[in-house]
């Protein structure tokens, strides 16, 4: 399976993680994100590593306004046929200063929701006309359920998760393939020193393996790794009545 | 804004030290890293296999370089390989080696990045045929303390780049390097197996072969003593042409077959490792390699160790050192043996002790090899007797006017130190000229006096 992919947000640790393993069968990749200079080096690696196609694309999360002319470029730079999008930026806010400062619960929603959503809502148009194609979006094992330590960021995260079961109950009929990303503790510059390193922790090449094998096999919802399926089905099924006195 | 306390060691878990560690993620945090007020000095670090205090800084920063791992460009005319100072040795074999190129000096790891190779400017077993790494170097852009970027290479700041290849990290953070990597027809090697019984043996043979093998290394038993002292097996190798190879292989010669890792989950206590538990592997291996011809992949050949991740968790909590002693050839066979002979006599070598020939020094102001010939092997940490054997050896090495390699040193002392490296006043000088403030610093470079004003 060769891809025209447009990867958003791809400075990310599980991005980069990803890229190489979709360079890696020879996909062809479009990195966006804001550092250019990055994207470049990352775009290099790729190219000499691979010997793959590899382009670069400014992409500013929180400029809505320059999204529509974003996905154009990524449409034009694959004359038209972009195959799928990952989007994988996102924010992870100090809990405590969202308590504080309602600015950062904005800037949480408005990169880790808005923005992702504003992307792929203009891929979704574009590939359910074309009925092929998929869409994935890394949200969070956080969104599943809120916890007093990260509540603003999992909210932001539960609302991309229902936004994807959404946009797939949509898309179905169409049969571009929507996959929601839910991966654990994964050890990135995101979490870096807010995580103690611990077996839960996970590597972003695992997460990224994982995330290319549900790509291949279109699963719906993947939770990476695997044991976070069954941990978080047990933290949702806990009743209010208990979960509320826990610290977890 | 980055740091974070954490503490680390180097590969011969010893010592260990609290320091505040940043990993860098992208290259543009790399100016502002060393400047970053809310630490007192730094050092830059890879994948942490320099055995001691190299790449650790007690109290102070270190930047870990491992993410910024990109190739940048390979010309598949010349060899030559552009990437950045986090790429490792095994990255290139993975991706280069399957087109016929393979790195030009190799340690015995491929665990190690580009960076930290060319700041320890390693050797390998070919020392003695084309030198060390940093003869292959062809530039390297450095970030100094002021934030600057400069591209060093033998011909642009000639001075500041050969302090940096074998400068330890001192100079200040190698961002890229291109390195000229060498073609090779397989991924095989063929191997002469000599089984010598003494040192004299050894050191003979050594000298004897060395214009005809590109590879040459010797296996030495430094627990055995008397008459069989510096008994070894000697490996000479050279590249296998294609047509040297059994028909599986010549399918895909530059394919190395896959091999089982396997890993040491955890510390082993201490006491694993004996007298009697290494004499009686040294005693097997002695007899189990007798003179032979065999093929051999560049993953068995090079890189034996790399098969078992965590191998330095045999020596337990309290790690080991190692101690690699070079010594000039007139005085190496009665140096060697005195090592040896101390070394026996306090019971401590390991089932790994190494002996080979070097050639050529490179310009490098703190480079380790010279001609003459290196002994290398662990030592488990037991405490005092260990600082005393150390100590003991230091001696000898002085005495025959030899030195040790800082990539593994976490025993020596200042004034040693100072005598074996002739040119310290020199780097000193150098140093307080592009880094007056001595923004780096390693735990090593404070305990031998690197930095210190000449």
Request: glycine share 8%; with cysteine; proline share 5%.
């Amino acid at each position: 399976m060769s891809d025209n992919v447009v990867i958003v947000g791809a400075t990310s640790g599980i991005a980069r993680a990803l890229a190489d393993v979709l360079a890696r069968r020879q996909c062809r990749l479009l990195l966006a994100g804001r550092d250019a200079q990055e994207l470049e080096a990352l775009a290099a690696d790729l190219r000499v590593r691979c010997g793959i196609n590899v382009a670069t694309e400014r992409f500013e999360a929180l400029d809505f306004g320059d999204h529509p002319d974003f996905w154009q470029r990524c449409q034009k730079h694959f004359d038209g046929s972009v195959t799928g999008v990952v989007v994988c930026h996102g924010y992870l806010p100090d809990q405590a200063e969202a308590e504080r400062d309602f600015r950062e619960i904005e800037r949480t929603f408005a990169i880790n929701f808005l923005s992702a959503v504003s992307v792929l809502n203009l891929a979704a148009e574009t590939l359910g006309a074309r009925r092929q194609g998929f869409l994935a979006a890394i949200s969070s094992v956080a969104g599943d359920r809120g916890r007093a330590s990260n509540y603003v960021y999992g909210a932001s995260k539960a609302a991309l998760s229902a936004y994807l079961d959404g946009l797939r109950n949509r898309l179905h009929a169409s049969g571009v393939h929507v996959l929601s990303i839910k991966p654990g503790f994964v050890d990135t510059a995101m979490t870096r020193g807010k995580l103690k390193p611990s077996r839960l922790l996970a590597t972003p090449e695992r997460v990224a393996r994982d995330i290319d094998r549900a790509l291949r096999r279109r699963q719906d919802v993947l939770y990476t790794p695997w044991f976070w399926r069954p941990i978080m089905a047990v933290i949702r099924g806990l009743p209010e009545r208990i979960f509320k006195r826990l610290s977890l | 804004m980055a740091f974070q306390l954490e503490t680390l060691s180097g590969w011969g878990n010893h010592p260990r030290e609290p320091c505040l560690v940043a990993v860098a993620e992208k290259t543009s945090q790399l100016p502002q890293l060393v400047t970053d007020a809310s630490v007192r000095d730094q050092i830059a670090r890879g994948l942490g296999r320099a055995y001691g205090d190299s790449a650790l800084n007690r109290s102070g920063g270190v930047i870990v370089q491992t993410r910024l791992n990109r190739f940048r460009a390979f010309n598949e005319q010349t060899g030559e390989l552009e990437c950045e100072a986090g790429v490792s040795l095994a990255e290139i074999i993975e991706c280069l080696l399957p087109q016929g190129w393979f790195p030009p000096v190799t340690p015995g790891t491929r665990f190690v990045t580009v960076g930290g190779a060319i700041a320890a400017d390693v050797h390998g077993k070919n020392h003695h045929a084309v030198g060390s790494l940093g003869t292959f170097v062809q530039w390297l852009d450095l970030l100094l303390a002021s934030g600057e970027m400069l591209r060093c290479s033998p011909s642009e700041h000639a001075p500041l780049f050969w302090a940096t290849v074998g400068g330890m990290g001192l100079t200040g953070i190698i961002v890229r390097a291109c390195i000229k990597l060498a073609r090779v027809p397989s991924a095989y090697c063929r191997v002469q197996y000599r089984r010598c019984r003494d040192l004299d043996q050894t050191l003979e043979l050594l000298e004897s072969t060395n214009s005809q093998y590109a590879y040459s290394v010797a296996w030495i038993d430094c627990l055995a003593r008397g008459p069989r002292l510096g008994r070894s097996v000697l490996m000479l190798a050279n590249n296998a042409a294609v047509d040297e190879l059994p028909d599986r292989q010549r399918a895909a010669p530059l394919r190395l077959p896959a091999r089982r890792v396997r890993s040491v989950p955890c510390q082993l206590p201490g006491s694993v490792l004996n007298r009697v538990s290494v004499s009686l592997f040294n005693e097997l291996y002695y007899r189990s390699h007798g003179d032979c011809e065999r093929l051999v992949d560049f993953d068995s050949f090079f890189y034996p160790l790399d098969s078992l991740l965590h191998w330095n968790r045999i020596y337990g909590r309290r790690g080991f050192a190692q101690y690699q002693a070079l010594l000039p050839p007139k005085t190496s066979r009665r140096g060697m043996a005195e090592l040896l002979g101390e070394i026996g006599e306090a019971g401590l070598g390991s089932f790994l002790a190494v002996l080979k020939s070097s050639g050529q020094a490179t310009p490098g102001v703190l480079s380790y090899l010279y001609p003459g010939h290196t002994l290398a092997l662990d030592l488990p940490n037991v405490g005092e007797r260990l600082v005393k054997l150390c100590a003991r050896l230091d001696q000898i090495l002085l005495r025959h006017g030899g030195r040790l390699y800082l990539a593994k040193d976490s025993m020596t002392d200042r004034e040693s130190f100072a005598a074996m490296y002739p040119r310290l006043g020199e780097f000193q000088q150098l140093k307080n000229q592009i880094d007056p403030s001595r923004r780096f610093v390693s735990s090593q470079a404070r305990r031998l006096g690197i930095v210190e004003a000449s």
